[in-house]
């Protein structure tokens, strides 16, 4: 039993990653890593920002005619603030990369490489049995590769749980898009009664 519910949830979290998106997962994972252990970078990238904004309003302002060492100075200061700030994304961006590479890593080991290993470390051993009766002399083929005859192979149950794990998610999105478009066409039909009894004037 306790094999059947580990397969089971490896197959639903690996789909469940799919469904959802590693992209999505990844800038979410980044964010709260950010948020934890980068704060003190976020702050500084937020004021070279907020900086920067204000010299460059300030800069527009000030005539390089008129006032031309406070222009050049502004001037100075800018660009120094604009190379802080490049600076400080290509850090965070070089970070990000290396976060992502081994985020994606952890995550394919954790779903289909602990898949790959459970199926390699028990392909001996049975999930559970069938009775004989159920598929006849048909019922070899679960057993795939090196299970016991009459058993079900962790490779097959694999299989079996992606399937009807598959088929709930094409339920659940055919059930969200007919909702979706029912909710549309609910507004359609609304705005179409509100036209109708607003009264033209000539």
Not at 29 to 53: D, G, I, M, P
Not at 135 to 140: A, D, I, N, Q, V
Request: net charge positive; proline share 3%.
């Amino acid at each position: 039993m306790t094999l059947i519910l580990t397969i089971f949830a490896l197959v639903f979290i690996t789909e469940l990653t799919s469904w959802v998106g590693k992209s999505v997962l990844l800038q979410f994972a980044w964010t709260t890593y950010q948020q934890v252990f980068n704060r003190s970078t976020l702050k500084r990238q937020r004021e070279l920002k907020s900086e920067l904004l204000s010299k460059k309003t300030e800069l527009l302002q000030t005539s390089a005619q008129d006032h031309f060492a406070k222009w050049a100075k502004l001037r100075r200061s800018v660009d120094k603030g604009l190379a802080d700030l490049e600076k400080l994304n290509s850090e965070l961006s070089v970070s990000k990369s290396s976060f992502a590479l081994k985020f994606n890593t952890t995550l394919w080991m954790l779903t289909t490489g602990l898949q790959f290993a459970i199926g390699w470390w028990y392909s001996r051993s049975p999930v559970f049995y069938l009775p004989t009766a159920w598929l006849g002399p048909f019922t070899w083929w679960l057993s795939l590769p090196f299970a016991p005859t009459g058993s079900v192979s962790c490779g097959v149950w694999q299989m079996a749980c992606r399937r009807i794990i598959k088929a709930f998610e094409r339920v659940v999105k055919e059930f969200m898009n007919s909702h979706q478009e029912q909710g549309t066409a609910d507004e359609d039909d609304t705005e179409f009664s509100r036209d109708r009894s607003t009264p033209r004037t000539s």
